[in-house]
């Protein structure tokens, strides 16, 4: 799988999404640093909100083949600037979460990743898991198997 490191503002979604693509059950767990597992990088919101720390973020882009951009649906302002998509030299998704939450504006999460230079932009609910698996697909690299793929009477 291609490695993905995720950016966004405290509370966006990224530990539960990274706990949604491991398969794990999800449970709230602040992330007080860089987690590095093996396809997943999960950034802390202060870095990308925080001007000193920022400037880290870019050191772990370089980790990883496709950088995530995430926005809450539920957020009131987006950190993101304007193109600042086209300052990568990896290529950058954008990641709609918590979009069944009832004050969800998925349209505005939407704009602003597209304002910030995302072309192909997730809709998820990591707790309902709705949108993991585009996500997982299109992460996919020639030759991965992916859990639900493998033949449950053949030994790993």
């Not at 950016?7 to 706990?19: F, N, W």
């Not at 909100?49 to 539920?74: C, F, M, P, R």
Request: aromatic content about 8%; some cysteine; overall charge neutral.
């Amino acid at each position: 799988m291609k490695k993905i490191v995720l950016i966004g503002r405290s509370e966006a979604g990224k530990t539960t999404l990274t706990q949604a693509l491991k398969g794990q059950k999800i449970h709230y767990h602040k992330t007080q640093y860089v987690n590095h597992f093996d396809v997943i990088v999960d950034t802390p919101g202060e870095y990308a909100q925080t001007k000193h720390l920022g400037n880290a973020l870019a050191l772990y882009t370089y980790e990883a083949d496709i950088v995530g951009l995430l926005v809450s649906a539920i957020e009131p302002y987006c950190l993101f600037p304007p193109c600042c998509a086209a300052m990568a030299n990896r290529e950058v998704v954008g990641i709609v979460t918590k979009i069944h939450h009832p004050m969800a504006n998925i349209r505005r999460a939407e704009g602003w990743l597209k304002l910030a230079g995302c072309r192909k932009i997730f809709h998820v609910d990591s707790a309902s898991h709705e949108g993991v698996p585009e996500l997982f697909e299109y992460l996919r690299e020639e030759g991965d198997v992916m859990p639900w793929e493998r033949n449950p009477t053949k030994p790993t």
